[in-house]
């Protein structure tokens, strides 16, 4: 996705100013090899009690604990005065209401597609205002991938509501635990 400069302003500001613009999104085409990527996913196990945070390949340790991760990307964790979780941290740990969620991320009118049993299950993309289908697609490839790219189930929404709310958040733990769930 390119953006110009007159379009998506709120988008790129805040791209900027989570220093995201440099190293999630700049990826050349080509840039990522593939049989590496799968030697990584391939040597990856969870042994004991504890998901392992570094895997060897070809030799070489590589760690992807949420610190090695924000060094990696240089995204440092922004915390408020006094608290010890970033913004976004607190906000998952209340477990938000989803029609606030739906409030934010959808256009007026639309909200949450309920599961057979009532609860909120999914948010359709072309229900989604053009900041939060712009904000989904971050999330869709370089913090929590998935192949299902169309909806947002209840996790991603989270996620895209942190960002479009400018929410602080450790994307080096974000990351880390996606690659943690895959192992």
Known sequence: MKLFVTEFDEF??????????????????????????????????????KPPKQVRVRGHLIKFDADSLNTFLETPVVLEPGETLPAYSKFCKLRPDPQELAAQLCISGRGFVMNAEGLPWKLLRKDLTTLAQTWSVLPYFNLAPTSHTLDLNLDKARLVYGLVMKMDMNVGALISRQITLMA
């Open 12 to 49: 790129r500001i805040e791209l900027v100013r989570r220093n995201w613009h440099r190293t999630l999104t700049n990826l050349m085409e080509g840039s990522i090899d593939v049989a590496l990527v799968k030697e990584f996913y391939a040597n990856l196990y969870v042994s004991g009690d």
